[in-house]
């Protein structure tokens, strides 16, 4: 009984963090695809000036990372450690 309510806490907690992901982040991220389907990735990223591969290349990245994985990926990874480690630590 214990580990099912652990683990009805580590998916409560993952859908809370999603909801408040999509609500902050997704919306701009739906943006963001439509944006990329209308002008194509490197048009989004570079502007109508353009870019060299690096920094496209970088603000590629940039975006990735500070949309989706500081956001949603690390606190999902953080969440899931931390039910693992208490659920060793109480068998």
């Keep these: 009984?214990?580990?099912?309510?652990?683990?009805?806490?580590?998916?409560?907690?993952?859908?809370?963090?999603?909801?408040?992901?999509?609500?902050?982040?997704?919306?701009?991220?739906?943006?963001?695809?439509?944006?990329?389907?209308?002008?194509?990735l490197r048009a989004t990223e570079c502007g109508t000036q353009g870019c060299s591969d690096f920094v496209f290349l970088w603000n590629t990245a940039w975006t990735f990372t500070f949309l989706i994985v500081i956001p949603l990926i690390i606190p999902s990874v953080l969440v899931i450690y931390w039910s693992l480690k208490n659920n060793k630590r109480s068998s």
């Design 1 to 40: 009984m214990e580990r099912v309510k652990s683990c009805i806490k580590v998916i409560s907690l993952l859908i809370a963090i999603v909801i408040v992901w999509f609500f902050l982040f997704g919306i701009r991220l739906i943006g963001y695809f439509l944006s990329i389907s209308e002008r194509g």
